[in-house]
T-cell receptor, first 109, second 115 residues
Framework: EDQVTQSPEALRLQEGESSSLNCSYTVSGLRGLFWYRQDPGKGPEFLFTLYSAGEEKEKERLKATLTKKESFLHITAPKPEDSATYLCAVQADNNDMRFGAGTRLTVKP | GAVVSQHPSRVICKSGTSVKIECRSLDFQATTMFWYRQFPKQSLMLMATSNEGSKATYEQGVEKDKFLINHASLTLSTLTVTSAHPEDSSFYIC???????????FGSGTRLTVV
């Protein structure tokens, strides 16, 4: 069965303290791995799509990487406005999308 | 581009009444839209896949007679929660797949409270 596990469940950082969020997955044929940001009471906002192992994408302070078993979302010198829940989702060959439970990131000034 | 508009953002209804939630793709056509439910501090759980011009496909355990989905056009899908009960209170989110590389675009969600 396809599974997506995100860790840690919650992460508290000081402003400027870089860290990484993990998304481990098992899926029968990966079509794509997605990262989203979700603010409280809002729908998820698209960040990245990764399609194959070794791929990396960057956007401002965020960088996403992908291996055959996991993806990392690296946050460099985070700011308080980066506080949100970060969701990882995988799309299998049958087009099914499965979401992880998310990592709640809090960045304190 | 690739904007999905969802309305209403919040709704409070009495037990036994029905509530309709709309999901519109504003600048693209979406032959397929997805409806999710999210409980506090939990992940999105797919409820159903809405296909334009045909019946929706429901996930196991989701009552299709309770959660009516209509996808009558390429830009609009609706979810109607019928005979709502307090346990239906949740955050409902729709999404659609655009033809760009932006993955799945999500609506802003609807907070349903049944009293």
């Amino acid at each position: 069965e396809d599974q997506v596990t995100q860790s840690p469940e919650a992460l508290r950082l000081q402003e400027g303290e870089s860290s990484s969020l993990n998304c481990s997955y098992t899926v029968s044929g990966l079509r794509g791995l997605f990262w989203y940001r979700q603010d409280p009471g809002k729908g998820p906002e698209f960040l990245f799509t990764l399609y194959s192992a070794g791929e990396e994408k960057e956007k401002e302070r965020l960088k996403a990487t992908l291996t055959k078993k996991e993806s990392f979302l690296h946050i460099t010198a985070p700011k308080p406005e980066d506080s949100a829940t970060y969701l990882c989702a995988v799309q299998a060959d049958n087009n099914d999308m499965r979401f992880g439970a998310g990592t709640r990131l809090t960045v304190k000034p | 581009g690739a904007v999905v508009s969802q309305h209403p953002s919040r709704v409070i209804c009495k037990s036994g009444t029905s509530v309709k939630i709309e999901c519109r793709s504003l600048d693209f056509q979406a032959t397929t839209m997805f409806w999710y439910r999210q409980f506090p501090k939990q992940s999105l759980m797919l409820m159903a896949t809405s296909n334009e011009g045909s019946k929706a496909t429901y996930e196991q355990g989701v009552e299709k007679d309770k959660f009516l989905i209509n996808h009558a056009s390429l830009t609009l899908s609706t979810l109607t929660v019928t005979s709502a009960h307090p346990e239906d209170s949740s955050f409902y989110i729709c999404s659609a797949k655009s033809m760009t590389s932006y993955g799945y675009t999500f609506g802003s969600g609807t907070r349903l409270t049944v009293v």
